[in-house]
C-alpha cells in the first residue's frame, strides 16, 4: 500500500526560480527520505530528514517535516533545467525495514 | 567501482514465459530490495531480504519469486502467474545500520 500521496503530480517552471513539492503519508515514521529520478533511470537519494527534525538543508535543497500534520516539503531553490526529473518521498514505517515510497512529483525546468 | 548493477537493460518476453531479472551489488549491503514501477506511478516493493537465505514478501509479490544464495545477489523471477508484468523494475540496497536505499539503472521488461 502506497503511503505517501505527493503535489503536485506535475510542475513546470523557469530556471531560476524555486519548486516547492509536499509529501503527505499516514502513519509515525522514523525518517523521511526524498528521491530523485532521471527519466528511464534508477533513484538517486537526495536527503533524509529524521522524525525529531524539523528542518534540513543541503545545497539548494531544503526539506521540511511536520509530523503533526503528517507532511513533508522539498524545495529546490534557484532551479536548474538539469533539475528536470520526478521526485518521490519515502517513508520508513515505525519498526519496519520497508520504504514506502510517494507517487512522485514530476519537475521540468524549462532553460 | 562499488554500486548495484542490474541486467538486462531491456527484456522482452513472450506471454507464459519466466524470465530472470538479475542483480548484483559489491557495497556489502546486508539488505536488498525489488521494486515495481508503472508509468507516472510510484513504487510498489515486491520482495526484500535483510540477510541471506531469507526474503520477506512486500505489497506485490503475487507472480514473483526470488533467492538470496548470496550477499551480493538477488535475482528476481517474473512467472507466467504474474498477470501483467509489463513494467520498469528497481533493484536496490541498503547498508544494515542505515536508512538510505542506493538503487540500480533498472529494467523495462515487456511482454509481447
Known amino acids: 500500500s502506497q503511503q505517501g500521496e505527493e503535489d503536485p503530480q506535475a510542475l513546470s517552471i523557469q530556471e531560476g526560480e524555486n519548486a516547492t513539492m509536499n509529501c503527505s503519508y499516514k502513519?509515525?515514521?522514523?525518517?523521511l527520505q526524498w528521491y530523485r529520478q532521471n527519466s528511464g533511470r534508477g533513484l538517486v537519494h537526495l536527503i533524509l530528514?529524521?522524525?525529531?527534525?524539523r528542518e534540513k538543508h543541503s545545497g539548494r535543497l531544503r526539506v521540511t517535516l511536520d509530523t503533526s500534520k503528517k507532511s513533508s516539503s522539498l524545495l529546490i531553490t534557484a532551479s536548474r533545467a538539469a533539475d528536470t526529473a520526478s521526485y518521490f518521498c519515502?517513508?520508513?514505517?515505525?519498526?519496519?525495514?520497508?520504504?514506502?515510497f510517494g507517487t512522485g512529483t514530476r519537475l521540468q525546468v524549462f532553460p | 567501482d562499488g554500486g548495484i548493477t542490474q541486467s538486462p537493460k531491456y527484456l522482452f518476453r513472450k506471454e507464459g514465459q519466466n524470465v530472470t531479472l538479475s542483480c548484483e551489488q559489491n557495497?556489502?549491503?546486508?539488505?536488498m530490495y525489488w521494486y515495481r514501477q508503472d508509468p507516472g506511478q510510484g513504487l510498489r516493493l515486491i520482495y526484500y531480504?535483510?540477510?541471506?537465505?531469507d526474503f520477506q514478501k512486500g505489497d506485490i509479490a503475487e507472480g514473483y519469486s526470488v533467492s538470496r544464495e548470496k550477499k551480493e545477489s538477488f535475482p528476481l523471477t517474473v512467472t507466467s502467474a504474474q498477470k501483467n508484468p509489463t513494467a520498469f523494475y528497481l533493484c536496490?540496497?541498503?547498508w544494515g545500520g542505515g536508512s538510505e536505499q542506493f538503487f540500480g539503472p533498472g529494467t523495462r521488461l515487456t511482454v509481447l
Open positions: 536496490a540496497s541498503r
Open positions: 502513519t509515525s515514521i522514523n525518517n
Open positions: 530528514i529524521r522524525s525529531n527534525e
Open positions: 519515502a517513508t520508513d514505517a515505525y519498526n519496519t525495514d520497508k520504504l514506502i
Open positions: 557495497l556489502n549491503h546486508d539488505a
Open positions: 531480504s535483510q540477510i541471506v537465505n
